[in-house]
């Protein structure tokens, strides 16, 4: 009943104004004895009961003690308090865009002690892994590569130089820039389709573009582009590419584990471990559609997916820890719960940062896992971010490309709960009064 849930309020108040109380004073144990009416209420604010029933009568009361951490589980924890909590223990919440918070699951695996990757069991497990995130993108086949995002959109761009053809990139944000840059150093041919960096590129400068050049044979765009947080459209992508029988590359570096992701149509896809799968960086993805045959007279052994291939996956030493870490990260990995769950979260950080006038870089419709600020000129994002982080809340402006436009980037993926939302609008708030 209404009143049953106001005294709910009331007491909850009560409780998180108490812990602040110990916790000036040092105390990381509150002793209480509850009546027995309210037990549940008790329980549900994380208090433990120990001992007889003490009282007599209509008065009977357990004993029941809290700590700060089992206190801590509870979502109606005031957002001062936990942030207050953070600042003492030193902790930090991580919303940048890689590294990002890894779960403990996912961290343990990652210490199992190493095995060989000529082991049985090590193949076995790049094939359950290599099938998980064919499933998760809607692939054929994927390579898994030592190493980033850049490595995997350098193999991208050796297997582009094979065809020795023309080709177009899609440039509206700093990592459309990067796809030019990986292809100007394989010396490809090419022009480019850009828009403004904040807007999606759309179907219209694309056809005009392709028509411009009819001997176009290659596509590259990036699916998120994360310096924004705007998401291109895929689908437009692929239904252009089809149309046209362009080969079509797509770096969904951040966009996989971030949006439902269907590759099919795609020639070749990069990404990553350590952004929205939500494990450690250091594992890089190539999709590919066709089987590729390698290539030892014309590509560094390295960059080379067909032998990769040819290799079942494992042509060189790979690391078991970060293997064994991305294989619980796509294990435990929720598909449209997940995706369900980051867009509520973003639309929760985004009425936030409307309601404190933080206007937002990228146009709707954009990608839930990052969002771009531009702060007003009076503030530096640099200054914002170090005073951020003195709280413990690491935001992302330490890019070149952030700091010349005065931007700072609030990122969503790895480990993500709505009370570290709730916390960080609440230090945002405090950071814009002043
Ligand atoms: C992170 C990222 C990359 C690769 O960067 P690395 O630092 O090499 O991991 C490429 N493209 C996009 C869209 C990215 O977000």
Request: hydrophobic share 40%; net charge neutral.
């Amino acid at each position: 009943t209404e009143g049953h849930s106001r005294t709910g309020t009331i007491f909850r108040g009560l409780v998180n104004h108490l812990v602040e109380y110990c916790l000036e004073r040092d105390h990381d144990l509150l002793l209480i004895s509850g009546t027995v009416r309210q037990a549940k209420l008790y329980e549900h604010l994380g208090f433990t009961p120990f001992g007889p029933l003490v009282g007599s009568g209509e008065a009977l009361y357990q004993p029941m003690y809290l700590t700060l951490d089992a206190f801590l589980r509870n979502e109606k924890v005031f957002p001062a308090l936990r942030a207050a909590v953070r600042k003492r223990r030193g902790e930090a919440l991580n919303f940048l865009p890689g590294p990002v918070a890894v779960s403990e699951p996912v961290r343990a695996a990652f210490a199992r002690p190493p095995v060989s990757h000529r082991s049985p069991q090590f193949a076995e497990t790049v094939r359950t892994v290599q099938r998980r995130l064919c499933e998760l993108a809607g692939a054929k086949s994927v390579q898994i590569m030592m190493g980033t995002g850049s490595l995997a959109n350098d193999a991208v761009a050796a297997q582009l130089s094979l065809l020795d053809q023309p080709g177009l990139i899609v440039v509206n944000g700093a990592f459309g820039e990067r796809l030019v840059d990986h292809a100007l150093r394989f010396g490809l041919r090419f022009d480019t389709a850009e828009r403004p960096w904040g807007q999606r590129i759309d179907r219209d400068v694309l056809e005009r573009a392709l028509d411009a050049a009819p001997e176009t044979r290659w596509l590259w765009a990036v699916h998120g582009e994360t310096s924004t947080g705007v998401l291109n459209d895929l689908e437009m992508l692929k239904s252009i590419a089809a149309a046209r029988d362009l080969r079509l590359c797509i770096d969904a570096v951040s966009s996989l584990g971030s949006v439902p992701l269907n590759l099919e149509g795609a020639w070749l896809a990069s990404s990553v471990s350590g952004k929205g799968l939500g494990s450690f960086s250091g594992l890089a993805l190539v999709f590919h559609q066709d089987e590729l045959a390698a290539q030892p007279g014309r590509l560094p052994r390295y960059l080379d997916i067909g032998f990769y291939a040819e290799s079942h996956g494992v042509p060189f030493t790979m690391s078991s820890n970060l293997l064994d870490a991305l294989h619980t990260a796509v294990e435990q990995f929720e598909g449209a719960r997940h995706f369900r769950r980051l867009e509520r979260l973003a639309s929760e950080l985004r009425r936030g940062l409307e309601e404190l006038r933080l206007p937002i870089v990228a146009d709707p419709p954009s990608f839930p896992a990052i969002v771009t600020i531009q702060l007003p000129a009076g503030t530096s994002s640099t200054a914002f971010g170090e005073q951020l982080e003195r709280t413990g809340h690491h935001l992302h402006y330490r890019s070149e490309y952030l700091r010349s436009r005065n931007w700072i980037q609030i990122c969503l993926m790895g480990v993500c709960t709505p009370e570290m939302v709730e916390e960080l609008l609440f230090v945002l708030r405090g950071a814009t009064e002043g």
